[in-house]
Structures are given as C-alpha cells and as structure tokens.
C-alpha cells in the first residue's frame, strides 16, 4: 500500500552544541521544541539559550522530568518542572499550560513570549 504525504516538509537536523544555536542563523519558527534537552544546560547557558530562543519563535515547548532519574541531584533539580517554569518566567516566557498526566515522568510546559 502506497502511503501519500499530505503536506510537505523542510527537516534539517543539526547534530550541534545548542550553546551554538545562535551561529546556526535558523531564522524564525512559529513553534519550538525543547524535549528531553534543556535541563542538561548549566543554569547561566539554560536562561542565555532561553533568551537567544524568545527571539526566534513566540511559542516553546519543554519537556521535563519528574522523579530522581538522575545520579546528579542538581540535574534532577533542573529537569523539574518548577525549575523549568522559573527559568522561564525570568526570561520573560508566560506559561500557558503545564501538561502532567498521571504517571508520566515526562511532562510539558507550553509558554509563549
């Protein structure tokens, strides 16, 4: 059975540092996608990457981490939700909504500029 795409697609991935995010020179989204990524990122280079980001889409979704998943009790703290909504709001991102369904380690917080 032949399968027919509906839409067309432009997908290029970078295999980068996203500390490198701004040379890439992207131009602008409509939506972007942080999944399973930002938390990694020292505080100072999460609200420098987060800053840079607010420039180039009005809408961002993160997900996070719930639990301890992590050997590094700094990494487990970055990766939660409150921290991330934190790093948001201190660079000027309004949280729209904050996707938690019971029992997924996974959530998502959906904020704009």
Do not use: W
Not at 44 to 49: G, H, M
Not at 66 to 77: A, D, E, K, V
Request: proline residues 4%.
């Amino acid at each position: 059975m032949k399968k027919t795409l509906l839409f067309s697609s432009n997908i290029i991935l970078h295999n980068c540092n996203i500390l490198d995010i701004e040379k890439l020179e992207l131009g602008n989204f409509d939506i972007t996608m942080g999944l399973n990524s930002l938390y990694y990122l020292d505080p100072s280079q999460l609200i420098e990457v987060l800053n840079y980001i607010s420039t180039i889409t009005k809408k961002l979704v993160i997900e996070c981490r719930i639990g301890t998943p992590f050997s590094s009790q700094s990494l487990n703290q970055r990766a939660s939700v409150s921290y991330m909504i934190k790093a948001l709001k201190t660079t000027g991102y309004y949280i729209e909504y904050v996707e938690k369904p019971k029992f997924h380690l996974r959530p998502l917080i959906i904020a704009s500029t």
